[in-house]
């Protein structure tokens, strides 16, 4: 389902693109990112919600409850990747560093 609708994502923004010359180079660079759609698993979404709510500051054990994780050692799989850019960002912070960039 989940590739099916990254197909159908790809179908409708590639209509939406009037055929002409100069939109040649939108189409190209809309298709690359789009076309990503289309490799999306369930298990990427899965991993995306965990990082999201370790990244918004949700207690790990909470954020177990709500992606089903019975054990803290696959949690922890999901949630390194947030933990190391939330450690980057105080990190960053203390530093006095632009957080933009």
Do not use: C
């Amino acid at each position: 389902m989940i590739r099916q609708l990254g197909q159908m994502a790809i179908d409708v923004a590639l209509e939406q693109i009037p055929e002409q010359p100069e939109a040649s180079e939108v189409v190209n660079l809309l298709g690359w990112a789009i076309a990503a759609l289309a490799e999306i698993h369930p298990h990427q979404l899965r991993h995306t919600f965990a990082s999201n709510l370790v990244l918004g500051g949700m207690d790990a054990y909470l954020a177990m409850a709500l992606t089903r994780h019975r054990s803290m050692s696959v949690f922890k799989r999901y949630s390194n990747k947030a933990r190391e850019t939330q450690a980057e960002r105080t990190f960053r912070q203390m530093r006095g560093e632009s957080l933009d960039d």
